[in-house]
C-alpha cells in the first residue's frame, strides 16, 4: 500500500521546506536589489553591467558609424589600434569613462586594471582601454582635451 510509505506528517513537512524556501528565496531577492544598489551606486552607470550579454547593444554602441559611400563618419581623436595586436590576450577591459573622470581613470589603473600587475602575479595578459567621448562643457573642452592627451601619452590607454 502506497499510504504506508508516505504518510500525512510527512507530506506536510515536505510543504513546510518547500513553503520556506519559496520564502526565502523571494525574501532574499526583495531585499538583494537594495543592498546591490547600494554596493555598486558609486559608479555612474552601473546599469549596463546587467546588458553584459546583450550583444546588440554592444555590437551598436561600440560600432561607428557609417556614410552613405563606406567611409566613417566619426574619427578617432585618441586611439590605439596596435593595443592588442599580436598578442595573446586573456582580457581586454574596456572601460566608459566620463572624460572629466581622471581620478576614477587612475584608481582603476591602480586596482583591478592594472596590467602589470596582473602580468607579474598572475602570468596572465590583460589589456586596459578607456573609452571617452569629447568633453561637453565648450569653455572647458580645449584644456581638457589637452590634459587627455597628455594622460594618454602618459598611459597609452585612452580611445576617444
Known sequence: DVRMFVS???????????????????????FWGPIDNHIVSHMKSYSYRYLINSYDFVNDSLSLKHSVDGATRYQYLINHEEKCQAQDILLL????????????RYAIRKTWGNEKYVQSQLNANI?????????????????????????????SDLIQ
Open 8 to 30: 500525512g506528517r510527512r507530506v506536510k513537512k515536505w510543504q513546510f521546506v518547500q513553503l520556506f524556501a519559496t520564502c526565502f528565496i523571494l525574501s532574499l531577492m526583495f
Open 93 to 104: 577591459l574596456f572601460v566608459k569613462t566620463a572624460p572629466e573622470n581622471y581620478n576614477r
Open 127 to 155: 589589456k586596459t582601454l578607456f573609452a571617452l567621448g569629447t568633453p561637453a562643457n565648450p569653455l572647458t573642452r580645449e584644456e581638457l582635451q589637452r590634459k587627455l592627451v597628455w594622460e594618454d601619452q602618459v598611459y
